[in-house]
Each structure stands twice: as C-alpha cells, then as structure tokens.
C-alpha cells in the first residue's frame, strides 16, 4: 500500500465490474459505515453485503478500514479484518470495487453518488435513493443546513422517509461523531412523554425507582430527533419551547436546570398550520421550529423513482416485467415509499424469485383489503382468533374457494393458508363449517 498521503479532499469510489458507480465523498466525517442498510453513508445494495459490513474511520490523514461483516472485507484477495488505507487502495465488498482517491479539482461533482449513484443503476443519498428533481432538490437542501446546527422542521406525508432525512442532516453536519437519538411523540403515552424528553429524579412519581435521563440528555453533543412533533400535548409545548430557547431542562422532580447541547430536528405529517388556527399548536413553538424547513416529496410527486426504488428493495431477488412497472407507475401510493417497498416484498415473496408481473402486485386500496365487505352491523371481532377467522372466511368467499387464490391475495403461502382453513372449520364454499353445525 502507498504511505505518505497528503491531507486533502478525499473520496470513495465505486465500481461494479467495469461500471462506475460514482464517488461518495468523506468529507470532514470522522467515520463512514459501509453496507447494505439504509443507514449507512455508502449503501450497496446487493445480498451478498452485510447491512453493516464495514466502518472507515479517519484520524488526521490516516484511513483505517475495520470489516464488520460475516461475508468478508478483501484487499488484493486477502480477507481483512483491519487495514490501514492510502490514496489509490482498493478493496473489495461483495460484487462491488471501492477505491479511496484523492479528488482533483476539477473533478466534476455531477459524477458524486451521495452515498450511491446517480450515473449507475441506484441514486442513493444517505440512505434515500432517487434522481428526479425533487429528490436533487432535497438533496441539495439537506447539504446546504447540514453544517448549520440550526433547528429543522421537515414535514412530509406519512412513509415518505421523514426519518432518514432527519439522519442525513446528522450524519453530514458537525454533530455526526455525537448521538442520534430518535423520540416519537405521537407513541408515547402522554403521561410519560415529559419523563421521555426531559428524564426523571428518582422517586419523582410512582415507578421511578432510580433517576434517569431524557433524550436530551441522551442526545448530547448530537441530534434529538422529534418525530411526528405536530401530535405533542398542548401541556407540553410551552416546555419544549423553553428547550430550545434556554438550552436547559429540567428533569421530572428536579428543582434545578441542566443544559443540554442538542440539535433539535422535528418532523411532522400534519399542518401545524392549521393545528395553530385550530388550537391544537402553539404558534410561538412553530415559528421557533421553523428555523430550517425542508419538504420531503411524496412518491406521488417523484414517480420518475419508482424503477430506480423498486431495483434497490428487490436487491437483485426479482426482475419486474414491464406491465407491472406500468402498474407500479400508475398507482397514487397513499403509504409513499414505505408501501411501495411493502408491495414489492410481498410480491417477491409470492413469486418465489421469478420475475414479478401486473397480477403479482396487490393493492390495499385497490379492493384487495380482506376486510372489504365487512359490513357495520355484523358483529366485530373481539379477540385475535375471531379477526383472522373473519379474514380467511373473506377470503375464501371472495375467491370462490379457490384456496391458491385466496392464499395469494393475502400474501401468504398456500400450506398455510390450508392450515388456517383447517384450523377454523373454513369450509371451501367459504362458509364456517362451525356455524353450520350450530
């Protein structure tokens, strides 16, 4: 390996055969996490890659890369488990080539991937994978604040990645060494949620039989992430406020302040607008978040992604027939990202590995809900039993009895489908054989 490299702008390189994917660049990062996961800075999307595979962790000008995976970090055709990195090294993570390079200045920066491509097969930004214009948008954006450490609001329809937007903002500012703590505020009970944030002396209320730290606390030196901020009790509101003015907190039982140092990022799905006319918001609490706001596009608004999304959540499983992209291109996707990503798991799953066409993909909203049908005046299901009971009796009817199809349209395989229609007394007409025996 080369020796003396030079302080500069560094990057990584990606190959894939004799493709370029594009370059990642390291930045000001003290460490980079490589792998399959979306919460890594460089993603390969690819089975054979550990979802955390390896870490590059820089000190001054020395790079040192630490293997984490089961599968293996080669350099050379030697597995490593730690090797220290020089300008022009190469190493290899299952089908991909990465390559630490010194950048030049005139390289051109249309070529960068962030975090995965925008010149090869996948688009990837920190975990985010896209290249339509609302994406390069939103990308840009989240470079632009990053470094700022001012509090951000991102808003956003539910399962469009608000999180991950949240997490490239910590991981590319001067926050990313510190904590990424992530609190949902719509989750928690509302008598716990100030002990959540703020922490608690011990003996503070029943149940607290030691003193423990809030998220802020927690998150330290780092980022606090507040999702689904716009569900926060009016009770509490006036107290985050005073959060993120003051930078001090005040535990549950204390009588005295601990300053924090936080980077608050919040996300919400709904109008915090609105919920200010409404009452629901305080306002002086909104425009103290809406320092940095950024909007994440729904799938609806970024449908040039559909392929590039769909590539990246197979991982090379399935291939997807023509019809079927039509179909995924034409549907509204009212759950965004997180039920494109849901319909293509199932479908994979049905198929079995081959390639997935039109009649593979099922919609909830497309009259593929076992619950259509269910009409007011029937008796509701109390218990878990009775639910899936009502579900493969609906089943059965809406197939005609026809166990393969009914197996298919919910999503499991048809042994256990067959199993369940056994266990219920579910007889082929789609009548319970039970009932009739009453």
């Not at 997807?320 to 995924?328: K, N």
């Amino acid at each position: 390996m080369m020796t003396g490299m030079g302080i500069g702008k560094m990057r990584i390189d990606v190959y894939k055969g004799d493709q370029y994917l594009g370059g990642y660049h390291v930045g000001s990062s003290s460490q980079l996490r490589i792998g399959r996961g979306r919460k890594n800075q460089i993603i390969l999307p690819h089975q054979t890659v550990s979802r955390h595979h390896a870490n590059l962790v820089r000190q001054g000008a020395r790079y040192t890369l630490m293997d984490r995976s089961s599968n293996g970090t080669w350099i050379e055709g030697e597995r490593i488990e730690k090797a220290i990195l020089s300008r022009g090294d190469e190493f290899t993570i299952g089908p991909y080539q990465l390559r630490l390079t010194q950048e030049e200045s005139e390289w051109d920066k249309e070529t960068e991937i962030r975090g995965g491509s925008s010149s090869g097969d996948e688009s990837m930004f920190e975990g985010m994978v896209g290249r339509s214009e609302a994406m390069t948008r939103l990308f840009e954006m989240i470079d632009r604040i990053s470094s700022s450490g001012g509090t951000a609001l991102i808003m956003g329809e539910t399962g469009c990645g608000k999180e991950l937007v949240a997490r490239a903002l910590h991981n590319r500012g001067g926050r990313s060494s510190g904590p990424f703590v992530a609190i949902n505020c719509g989750a928690i009970s509302r008598d716990l949620v100030e002990s959540e944030l703020f922490g608690h002396e011990k003996g503070a209320f029943t149940g607290a039989s030691s003193a423990r730290k809030g998220a802020f606390e927690q998150a330290h030196g780092g980022t606090l992430f507040l999702d689904e901020i716009g569900e926060l009790s009016l009770s509490l509101q006036p107290k985050l406020l005073r959060v993120l003015e003051s930078g001090e907190i005040r535990r549950v039982g204390s009588q005295g302040s601990t300053s924090v140092d936080v980077r608050v990022v919040a996300a919400t799905h709904r109008h915090l607008k609105k919920g200010v006319e409404q009452g629901t918001f305080r306002a002086d609490l909104l425009y103290r978040l809406f320092v940095l706001p950024l909007s994440v596009p729904s799938l609806r608004q970024r449908k040039d992604d559909i392929p590039v999304l769909a590539q990246y959540f197979l991982m090379g499983r399935s291939a997807i027939l023509p019809d079927a992209m039509e179909r995924l291109e034409g549907h509204t996707w009212p759950g965004n990202v997180r039920e494109l990503k849901n319909v293509l798991e199932r479908a994979c799953i049905l198929k079995g590995g081959g390639a997935i066409d039109r009649e593979d993909l099922i919609f909830m909203d497309d009259g593929d809900d076992p619950m259509t049908g269910y009409e007011e005046d029937e008796e509701t299901p109390h218990t878990l039993e009775e639910l899936e009971r009502m579900y493969y009796t609906r089943a059965m009817e809406r197939s005609e009895g026809n166990i393969r199809a009914a197996a298919k349209w919910l999503g499991i395989p048809k042994s256990t489908f067959f199993d369940r229609v056994k266990k219920y007394g579910i007889s082929q007409d789609g009548k319970d054989e039970d009932a009739d025996a009453d």
